[in-house]
């Protein structure tokens, strides 16, 4: 068994930033230190992150160290971003409001939003301007004009969930225009209930001491855990790396071959030092079908698990064996010319797949891409004709890189959260519902289309939804512009909108975007809970406040009630509690619930401790129930069974989704696809190695351990790389038909030929307000395709994408990412 220190050592050398950065996990402090620090003046407060649980030592009011909580034996260095995020250099300091919009309000020239120049207010004058808007709107428009932004990541803590404050806040004074879905699996959590009967995306999945135990082959499909399980949605345990590591051992053992099928060796992939299997980027439904066709043709299926937990088969088989309208087998020859895998190679996976326990692992990205339903309810298929659903060991599991699923569950309740709808019985000031027409609810990546295309009906899962031409948005906590497609299309978009409010402790792209900033504090400047592992519920953790709030900052708590008290509801708001009251109430009511199976100490005994501990939960098989009695345990599909084929989904009569998973091409796709004559290079926009989505990239000193000449990494090969006449480290432009960027060369071996790689969340940092503008920084979002997955899930195509890379001549301009906006007096 190797060491913890060989465990770290591995990684390190097989990190994609090695050459530039520590390794993800960091070392520990000893016990002689910490308790050598502990009896200096210097205070020690614990808190919680989406990063992990810390420890973090304040001296004269400030933070001056931050280490991990001691149960976190797997921690990542994203932590040690945290000082810089609280004293970032673009911290909103004070209530600011962009200069044209105060001086004509709802009247202002909107094509100025982006200019970056603000005029200083007080918070009685931002509220009050604020409160104006809200009554305006609901008055003169109606709740169709009002729309209230998905938050998305916010800052941990049940308390101070800034969603849950801006939608209780709202509410109270009207009703709003919501959408549905999320950016990160919208494609995957609408066809999956069809298919599996629940969106699986979000769902438990097998415990890896099961997966450890049972599988002989494991095959992570587009899915990189070592990179992405550094984060979770709650405080996060980081505690599946031990089984990692586990995994690791058995591999080198040869007790368990795991397959990486991926375009990139993947961190993970060179972690465990396993086998990699190249594939054409966007082109999995083609490699699974090849893999179907050879299982059926060689009779190495499941037929009884088929006959008796499917649904549909036998109508999708002639479309597989080419007896159907296209008249086209999905033979492994026919998609060896898709995929760049061998005709053989394709058949021997096959093979190997239905030799013994099989658990398909697949990750988030394949589904963030035009057709993007495809490859999850394909995989549904491939793993269904195994038969190994519901066995330990074998299956799918569409998670087990997310916030640590696959460490058992303890079964204690967690803490609730501060409520976002309004208290039985209690009406909003504007009790108006008319619409006009429009749709009340809008899918969430179709948010700008509204505003491109007001009026426009679209297709969206079995309904259909006329956009709402909305006249304000207000977004908390929430970096809209970091997370939308296609820059310049959403420039176009947001000078349609009358205001734009935005609440943040940080100038990101949004706010600069917006007329009314909200200088909100972040979650280190105040008190709060959380729960200790999103799915493991290993425990409750106390936030307790570093520092106080800096500069002009205010909890989401105050400014939302203070933004209700200009309504008179500011004590219904806050049911008459402050922030310690709501925090104790949320933790006896947690203590009250879990009180007969998980004793827990009274809430000073716990905030004084810090946290409380529960014990491991037990080991779990998903989809054991089903299997055992298909029945009684039904799924949530129409008819209770896996549905290979959707009579459901057939009766919408959507081209680009039809009753059963297909293979369709591109808009566009590197590779011999359409537009790679032109742009032969697939832009893969992969979540970030170092940072949440855009949470961190302002932290100087994380951001300096990886940016490339102040510039977002453009992962290459070395070939395209040559080929350009690029080094690493040089500059480069990135660019295609709807915009371009500056990147720092990061040439590296990880990466085949024609791909590249720019990690979403990189701050938008153009050199103006004007469409078109250059991006200084290296935001993938100014180059991909603002298209919808298909009419089912009107989820978000980021991956298809293609674009030109070559060597940036010149001076480059200065990044405009980060720092304060431009402060202007009022003329």
């Given at each position: 068994?190797?060491?913890?220190?060989?465990?770290?050592?591995?990684?390190?050398?097989?990190?994609?930033?090695?050459?530039?950065?520590?390794?993800?996990?960091?070392?520990?402090?000893?016990?002689?230190?910490?308790?050598?620090?502990?009896?200096?003046?210097?205070?020690?407060?614990?808190?919680?992150?989406?990063?992990?649980?810390?420890?973090?030592?304040?001296?004269?009011?400030?933070?001056?160290?931050?280490?991990?909580?001691?149960?976190?034996?797997?921690?990542?260095?994203?932590?040690?971003?945290?000082?810089?995020?609280?004293?970032?250099?673009?911290?909103?300091?004070?209530?600011?409001?962009?200069?044209?919009?105060?001086?004509?309000?709802?009247?202002?020239?909107?094509?100025?939003?982006?200019?970056?120049?603000?005029?200083?207010?007080?918070?009685?004058?931002?509220?009050?301007?604020?409160?104006?808007?809200?009554?305006?709107?609901?008055?003169?428009?109606?709740?169709?004009?009002?729309?209230?932004?998905?938050?998305?990541?916010?800052?941990?803590?049940?308390?101070?969930?800034?969603?849950?404050?801006?939608?209780?806040?709202?509410?109270?004074?009207?009703?709003?225009?919501?959408t549905a879905g999320d950016y990160s699996t919208g494609a995957g959590q609408v066809i999956l209930p069809y298919v599996l009967g629940s969106t699986e995306v979000y769902s438990q999945g097998t415990s890896w001491e099961i997966i450890l135990k049972e599988t002989q082959t494991l095959v992570f499909w587009g899915s990189d855990p070592i990179k992405n399980l550094q984060v979770g949605w709650n405080c996060e345990t980081h505690e599946a790396y031990a089984y990692l590591e586990q995994l690791k051992h058995k591999v080198a053992k040869k007790e368990i071959r795991v397959i990486s099928i991926d375009?990139?060796?993947?961190?993970?992939?060179?972690?465990?030092?396993?086998?990699?299997?190249?594939?054409?980027?966007?082109?999995?439904?083609?490699?699974?079908?090849?893999?179907?066709?050879?299982?059926?043709?060689?009779?190495?299926?499941?037929?009884?698990?088929?006959?008796?937990?499917?649904?549909?088969?036998?109508?999708?088989?002639?479309?597989?064996?080419?007896?159907?309208?296209?008249?086209?087998?999905?033979?492994?020859?026919?998609?060896?010319?898709?995929?760049?895998?061998?005709?053989?190679?394709?058949?021997?996976?096959?093979?190997?797949?239905?030799?013994?326990?099989?658990?398909?692992?697949?990750?988030?990205?394949?589904?963030?891409?035009?057709?993007?339903?495809?490859?999850?309810?394909?995989?549904?298929?491939?793993?269904?004709?195994?038969?190994?659903?519901?066995?330990?060991?074998?299956?799918?599991?569409?998670?087990?890189?997310?916030?640590?699923?696959?460490?058992?569950?303890?079964?204690?309740?967690?803490?609730?959260?501060?409520?976002?709808?309004?208290?039985?019985?209690?009406?909003?000031?504007?009790?108006?519902?008319?619409?006009?027409?429009?749709?009340?609810?809008?899918?969430?990546?179709?948010?700008?289309?509204?505003?491109?295309?007001?009026?426009?009906?679209?297709?969206?899962?079995?309904?259909?939804?006329?956009?709402?031409?909305?006249?304000?948005?207000?977004?908390?906590?929430?970096?809209?512009?970091?997370?939308?497609?296609?820059?310049?299309?959403?420039?176009?978009?947001?000078?349609?909108?009358?205001?734009?409010?935005?609440?943040?402790?940080?100038?990101?792209?949004?706010?600069?975007?917006?007329?009314?900033?909200?200088?909100?504090?972040?979650?280190?400047?105040?008190?709060?809970?959380?729960?200790?592992?999103?799915?493991?519920?290993?425990?409750?953790?106390?936030?307790?406040?570093?520092?106080?709030?800096?500069?002009?900052?205010?909890?989401?708590?105050?400014?939302?009630?203070?933004?209700?008290?200009?309504?008179?509801?500011?004590?219904?708001?806050?049911?008459?509690?402050?922030?310690?009251?709501?925090?104790?109430?949320?933790?006896?009511?947690?203590?009250?619930?879990?009180?007969?199976?998980?004793?827990?100490?009274?809430?000073?005994?716990?905030?004084k401790k810090g946290y409380v501990l529960f014990p491991a939960g037990k080991p779990w098989v998903r989809h054991a129930d089903f299997r055992a009695d298909a029945e009684l345990n039904a799924l949530g599909t129409p008819s209770g069974f896996i549905e290979i084929f959707s009579r459901k989904i057939a009766n919408?009569?959507?081209?680009?989704?039809?009753?059963?998973?297909?293979?369709?091409?591109?808009?566009?796709?590197?590779?011999?696809?359409?537009?790679?004559?032109?742009?032969?290079?697939?832009?893969?926009?992969?979540?970030?190695?170092?940072?949440?989505?855009?949470?961190?990239?302002?932290?100087?000193?994380?951001?300096?351990?990886?940016?490339?000449?102040?510039?977002?990494?453009?992962?290459?090969?070395?070939?395209?790389?040559?080929?350009?006449?690029?080094?690493?480290?040089?500059?480069?432009?990135?660019?295609?038909?709807?915009?371009?960027?500056?990147?720092?060369?990061?040439?590296?071996?990880?990466?085949?030929?024609?791909?590249?790689?720019?990690?979403?969340?990189?701050?938008?940092?153009?050199?103006?307000?004007?469409?078109?503008?250059?991006?200084?920084?290296?935001?993938?979002?100014?180059?991909?395709?603002?298209?919808?997955?298909?009419?089912?899930?009107?989820?978000?195509?980021?991956?298809?994408?293609?674009?030109?890379?070559?060597?940036?001549?010149?001076?480059?301009?200065?990044?405009?990412?980060?720092?304060?906006?431009?402060?202007?007096?009022?003329?």
């Open positions: 068994m190797h060491s913890r220190r060989e465990f770290l050592k591995c990684l390190s050398l097989t990190s994609v930033a090695a050459l530039v950065s520590p390794s993800l996990l960091l070392p520990r402090t000893s016990e002689a230190q910490a308790s050598s620090t502990a009896q200096g003046t210097d205070a020690w407060r614990i808190s919680g992150s989406h990063w992990g649980a810390i420890r973090a030592r304040v001296a004269g009011g400030k933070i001056v160290e931050v280490k991990p909580f001691e149960y976190d034996k797997y921690p990542t260095e994203m932590i040690q971003g945290i000082i810089g995020l609280v004293y970032s250099s673009s911290r909103i300091r004070y209530p600011m409001v962009r200069l044209d919009w105060l001086k004509k309000r709802h009247l202002s020239d909107t094509s100025q939003r982006g200019d970056n120049r603000f005029v200083r207010v007080t918070w009685d004058q931002a509220l009050d301007m604020f409160y104006e808007e809200l009554e305006r709107v609901q008055r003169d428009h109606g709740p169709w004009a009002m729309h209230t932004g998905l938050v998305g990541w916010r800052q941990t803590g049940q308390f101070h969930s800034c969603g849950n404050h801006m939608l209780r806040a709202v509410n109270m004074h009207g009703h709003t225009l919501s375009p990139v060796s993947s961190k993970t992939q060179n972690y465990l030092n396993c086998e990699k299997q190249y594939v054409n980027p966007l082109t999995d439904v083609a490699l699974m079908l090849g893999l179907a066709h050879t299982l059926y043709s060689e009779k190495l299926h499941d037929q009884k698990f088929l006959d008796n937990y499917t649904l549909g088969f036998e109508k999708f088989l002639p479309y597989l064996l080419g007896t159907g309208a296209d008249k086209t087998p999905k033979s492994a020859e026919w998609a060896a010319r898709i995929t760049g895998i061998d005709a053989k190679r394709i058949k021997e996976l096959a093979r190997l797949l239905a030799k013994g326990r099989t658990q398909l692992i697949f990750g988030w990205a394949m589904q963030r891409q035009q057709h993007g339903e495809q490859p999850f309810w394909m995989g549904a298929v491939l793993a269904a004709m195994l038969g190994q659903i519901g066995l330990p060991g074998g299956g799918i599991s569409y998670a087990h890189h997310y916030s640590s699923i696959g460490v058992p569950s303890s079964g204690a309740a967690m803490p609730g959260a501060f409520p976002l709808n309004l208290d039985p019985g209690k009406k909003p000031k504007y009790q108006s519902v008319d619409y006009r027409g429009y749709s009340q609810t809008i899918p969430c990546a179709r948010a700008i289309d509204a505003l491109l295309e007001p009026g426009k009906v679209i297709d969206y899962n079995g309904q259909k939804v006329k956009l709402p031409p909305y006249k304000m948005a207000i977004y908390c906590g929430c970096n809209q512009w970091h997370r939308q497609q296609d820059k310049n299309r959403m420039k176009q978009a947001f000078r349609q909108l009358e205001t734009v409010v935005a609440v943040d402790f940080t100038w990101t792209a949004t706010c600069r975007f917006a007329d009314i900033v909200l200088p909100a504090c972040t979650q280190f400047e105040r008190n709060d809970i959380d729960a200790y592992g999103s799915y493991s519920g290993r425990g409750v953790i106390a936030m307790q406040k570093l520092v106080d709030p800096l500069f002009n900052s205010k909890t989401d708590f105050e400014i939302f009630k203070g933004l209700t008290r200009r309504f008179g509801r500011d004590k219904e708001y806050s049911r008459g509690m402050d922030e310690m009251q709501w925090l104790e109430f949320l933790y006896e009511n947690c203590r009250k619930e879990n009180s007969k199976k998980f004793p827990m100490p009274p809430f000073r005994e716990f905030w919408f009569n959507y081209p680009d989704c039809p009753g059963h998973p297909v293979w369709m091409e591109k808009s566009e796709r590197s590779h011999g696809g359409p537009k790679s004559q032109r742009y032969p290079l697939w832009l893969q926009s992969a979540h970030p190695d170092k940072r949440l989505h855009s949470q961190l990239c302002d932290s100087e000193i994380l951001r300096a351990s990886y940016a490339i000449q102040g510039r977002e990494p453009l992962f290459m090969s070395p070939q395209d790389a040559r080929q350009r006449g690029i080094r690493h480290g040089d500059l480069v432009r990135v660019f295609n038909d709807r915009g371009q960027v500056i990147a720092g060369a990061h040439v590296s071996a990880d990466y085949p030929p024609g791909v590249v790689r720019l990690q979403e969340g990189a701050w938008y940092a153009p050199t103006g307000p004007k469409v078109g503008a250059l991006d200084t920084y290296g935001d993938p979002n100014v180059l991909t395709q603002d298209i919808g997955s298909s009419r089912l899930a009107q989820a978000v195509s980021p991956n298809t994408c293609v674009v030109q890379v070559e060597k940036f001549r010149g001076t480059a301009p200065a990044v405009t990412a980060f720092g304060g906006p431009q402060e202007v007096l009022p003329r």
